[in-house]
């Protein structure tokens, strides 16, 4: 079963309102999350590295204060997209570093959410 | 910055041949992550390999790493339909530390089976 979970799967939202969207780590701490964005028919790009306790890293190019992360526990990051807008439109995912080895699972699994569908209109 | 490139691109093969994908880096790689994606949903975590040399396989897919040519190859045995889906190799920027993790990726492999 799924070891990441998203929430919500999609969301429509009107223009210039914000949308949170969830990434929890069901079974395993996770100090560390990451949240990517996918266009249509491309790879993941890595928008930042989500740190419990901490502010998050933000790769080049990335507004923080557009889109806004929280880690406020080891098992749950937010990521808030501030005053959407319709070019924001874009599937959204993270992914949780598993650091210990559990049962048949070993250390440093890098699993990723289900995902997050945001159209903004 | 790292690069993956991926070949091929996109492969179409009949039910039950054999099959390969090839992830190349610009750079030394700390370890490949293999996933599969269906278009808009989350990755299927396949593989993960750490060392030089290594190769793992579950079921009919295997996955070699060759850290001195800087690449990975997965490889899928008398493939199904069910195998078909994007398939994607990611390659963590550093050797470890708590911000292991962050992943770049290659553009990805679209596979068709075909029944």
């Known amino acids: 079963g799924a070891v990441v979970s998203q929430h919500p799967s999609w969301v429509i939202c009107k223009s210039g309102t914000s949308v949170k969207i969830e990434c929890r780590s069901l079974d395993f701490q996770a100090t560390t999350m990451f949240w990517y964005r996918q266009f249509p028919k491309q790879s993941l790009m890595l928008m930042a590295t989500?740190?419990?306790?901490?502010?998050?890293?933000?790769e080049q190019g990335v507004e923080k204060d557009k889109f806004l992360i929280n880690h406020a526990s080891l098992t749950l990051s937010t990521l808030t997209v501030t005053s959407a807008h319709p070019e924001d439109s874009s599937f959204y995912i993270c992914?949780?570093?598993?650091?210990?080895?559990?049962?048949?699972?070993?250390?440093?699994?890098?699993?990723f959410g289900e995902g997050s569908w945001l159209t903004v209109v | 910055s790292q690069e993956l490139e991926q070949s091929p691109q996109s492969l179409i093969v009949q039910e039950g041949k054999n099959l390969t994908i090839n992830c190349t880096s610009s750079?030394?790689?700390?370890?490949l992550y293999w996933y599969k994606q269906k278009y808009g949903e989350g990755l299927i975590f396949l593989m993960m390999?750490?060392?030089?040399?290594e190769e793992k396989s579950h079921e009919k897919i295997t996955a070699k790493l060759d850290e001195k040519k800087q690449q990975s190859s997965l490889h899928i045995t008398a493939s199904q339909p069910s195998h078909a889906g994007i398939y994607l190799c990611g390659a963590p920027s550093n050797a470890g530390g708590t911000s292991y993790g962050k992943l770049t990726f290659g553009q990805g492999t679209i596979l068709t089976v075909h029944p």
């Open positions: 989500s740190n419990e306790g901490s502010k998050a890293t933000y």
């Open positions: 992914s949780a570093r598993d650091r210990w080895s559990t049962g048949n699972r070993a250390g440093n699994t890098i699993y």
């Open positions: 750079k030394t790689l700390y370890g």
């Open positions: 390999l750490q060392k030089g040399g």
